[in-house]
């Protein structure tokens, strides 16, 4: 399994820098030597008290509190050396020993077993962190297993709209072309009836190949033509422009634009981007004649995009719908289309680390389409 490096630990701060090894060993010398200070002058005292000459029963009396005091003493000292064992072997090393295992899963040995036999605290605590590295192991193994397999089945699918689209094209230009001959060359011996079903026929036909082609388009989207660097979005809208220049010409479409930037990107798709959105705004255009707007802004590492027109708009609620593949609000036969339009501009948008959505706008004032796209390196 792949992990991402760890961060680096966070380093404890004020006094609890001190490991408390450290501690015990500071308040232990400061309580000994306070302690030897104590018996060392009481000791004075009392070869003080003795030198006065004192009464036989007194100086015995204060020989045996001499004697006391070294016992005391002596104990005293043994107390210590058995606490500072026990903390050095019942909790300091336990503990070093459960932080030495916790870095080692940390570091990315998530099968490492976490436990310590003593004492019965540390114990308790390091197999309830054990348990919880082994539930939070097998959950994220699940989750990379299920992501392998959506990824697997993933490109799969998409291998096969690849294949079904391109394969599809050959046979699909024999029916189109063989019908359209057939009427052009028996058109005249047929009644009106069998003309209308060529001509379905051949409608369909086209439909068909508009559909796939698109598909092809859809499926190419990260598979092939791949390559993305600093790309002028700017010749990029130039280009989509000019393949729809009949389209803007006859409907008086108006486009104003700003400074496009330099991003990083593919080309091809950057202009497949563009084309498809401003073909949105003239094909949902109103009654007046379309006008369509772009506009660039920088936000930190992106390039901000919007494509504004004054169409028919698009009702708030289906904001996420038309950019699934094949959604369509309208008809056919009002606003011709394949539905693939905004979900090939997704498409194409996620490819490049970017967003595409579509702007929350009143009705009634056209449609906005906001999307993100990497400035390329030094730009700005
Ligand atoms: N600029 C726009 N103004 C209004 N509606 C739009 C606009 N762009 C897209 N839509 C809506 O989103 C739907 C999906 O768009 P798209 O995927 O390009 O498919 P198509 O253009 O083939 O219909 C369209 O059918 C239309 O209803
Ligand atoms: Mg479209």
Known sequence: MSIHPLPPPKQPTGVGRLPVARWFLFIGAVAGVAFAAGVVVTMAMIAHARSLGPRPEVAAQLDRLNVALIVLFGVLLACGAGLAFIVRYAVLKPVAQLSEQVRTVAAGDFDHRLGVDRPAELSELSSHVDSMRRRIVSAWREAADQAEELRRSNGELEQFAYVASHDLQEPLRKVASFTQMLE?????????????????????????????????????????????????SGEALDRALDNLSAAIEDTGTTVTRDDLPVVTGNRLQLTQLFQNLVENAIKFRSESPPSVRVTAERKGDLWEFTCSD???????????????IFQRLHPRDVYPGTGIGLALCRKIVEYHGGQLWLDDTPAGQGATFRWTLPAAGDDT
Not at 209 to 227: A, H, K, P, Y
Not at 310 to 322: F, L, T
């Open 310 to 324: 004054n169409g028919i708009g698009v009702e708030p609620k289906y904001a996420d719908r038309i950019f699934l």
């Open 184 to 232: 052009q060359r028996y058109g005249t011996q047929l009644d009106d009836r069998a003309r209308q079903y060529i001509h379905y026929a051949v409608d369909g036909a086209k439909r068909m190949q508009l559909l796939i082609n698109d598909l092809l388009d859809f499926s190419r989207v990260g598979r092939v033509s791949g390559e993305r660097v600093p790309t002028d």
